[in-house]
């Protein structure tokens, strides 16, 4: 994986910067290619360097990537507590850049502890943070969320999700973005599937998957054939 091979040439270089650096990128890889061991140990690297050298911002980013891991743990009370912290922290320096991230993942852990008038305005200010900030990288992801989030609800809004997970798809395909297109397909797939609509499901699913042809250890494309194979 390139971003391995990034990590080794930062610590031969042993300048702590771009050592700390690659360590949050190669964290934020492994979240989203679901190796949560790897993401822990980077994440939790990057935090003991930047208090080792004193780089607050470093160190800080480091705190959300580690809450965003606690989310996918399902520790969601600690995960609120430790993004919330990283985040006024980071807020402090006058930072913008991957708030709209960070922002998804804390809407989950209040929706998993069935917080939803905080997990709403925290979706609510991922969207706004994408549109002012321009940082759109993550945009697709946002709306999926918002969509698993309205599933998750007591009132179970399958039509909100739904055109939550449309939306999602539409920014996925306009920046080209296939692994944030496949987790849309994914769950817009799922609400079919449970809707009983298994043929449309398939029909979306399966051209997504199809046009990978690498990764395919990775938690998303596992877990894409998996579904596919149900529908099947």
């Given at each position: 994986?390139?971003?391995?091979?990034?990590?080794?040439?930062?610590?031969?270089?042993?300048?702590?910067?771009?050592?700390?650096?690659?360590?949050?990128?190669?964290?934020?890889?492994?979240?989203?290619?679901?190796?949560?061991?790897?993401?822990?140990?980077?994440?939790?690297?990057?935090?003991?360097?930047?208090?080792?050298?004193?780089?607050?911002?470093?160190?800080?980013?480091?705190?959300?990537?580690?809450?965003?891991?606690?989310?996918?743990?399902?520790?969601?009370?600690?995960?609120i507590q430790v993004i919330n912290s990283g985040m006024a922290a980071w807020r402090s320096t006058a930072s913008t850049i991957w708030i709209p991230w960070h922002l998804t993942y804390l809407g989950i852990a209040?929706?998993?502890?069935?917080?939803?008038?905080?997990?709403?305005?925290?979706?609510?200010?991922?969207?706004?943070?994408?549109?002012?900030?321009?940082?759109?990288?993550?945009?697709?992801?946002?709306?999926?969320?918002?969509?698993?989030?309205?599933?998750?609800?007591?009132?179970?809004?399958?039509?909100?999700?739904?055109?939550?997970?449309?939306?999602?798809?539409?920014?996925?395909?306009?920046?080209?973005?296939?692994?944030?297109?496949?987790r849309a397909a994914m769950s817009l797939a799922r609400l079919w599937r449970d809707q009983g609509k298994m043929q449309q499901a398939r029909e979306l699913l399966a051209p997504v998957y199809g046009w990978f042809?690498?990764?395919?250890?990775?938690?998303?494309?596992?877990?894409?054939?998996?579904?596919?194979?149900?529908?099947?």
């Amino acid at each position: 994986m390139a971003a391995n091979l990034a990590l080794r040439d930062a610590r031969e270089i042993g300048h702590a910067a771009t050592l700390m650096f690659a360590l949050h990128f190669t964290s934020v890889i492994h979240i989203q290619c679901g190796n949560y061991a790897a993401a822990t140990a980077d994440a939790d690297e990057l935090v003991a360097l930047a208090d080792e050298k004193i780089a607050l911002s470093w160190k800080h980013v480091g705190m959300m990537n580690q809450g965003c891991l606690l989310v996918l743990k399902e520790k969601a009370f600690d995960a609120i507590q430790v993004i919330n912290s990283g985040m006024a922290a980071w807020r402090s320096t006058a930072s913008t850049i991957w708030i709209p991230w960070h922002l998804t993942y804390l809407g989950i852990a209040y929706a998993q502890l069935h917080r939803f008038d905080d997990a709403w305005p925290s979706i609510g200010e991922a969207v706004t943070a994408v549109e002012t900030t321009k940082e759109a990288w993550s945009e697709a992801e946002v709306h999926r969320v918002a969509g698993e989030i309205a599933l998750m609800s007591s009132e179970l809004d399958a039509t909100k999700a739904e055109a939550h997970f449309e939306r999602a798809l539409s920014v996925a395909r306009a920046q080209q973005a296939k692994s944030w297109e496949l987790r849309a397909a994914m769950s817009l797939a799922r609400l079919w599937r449970d809707q009983g609509k298994m043929q449309q499901a398939r029909e979306l699913l399966a051209p997504v998957y199809g046009w990978f042809t690498e990764g395919f250890d990775t938690r998303d494309l596992k877990e894409a054939k998996a579904l596919l194979e149900e529908l099947a």
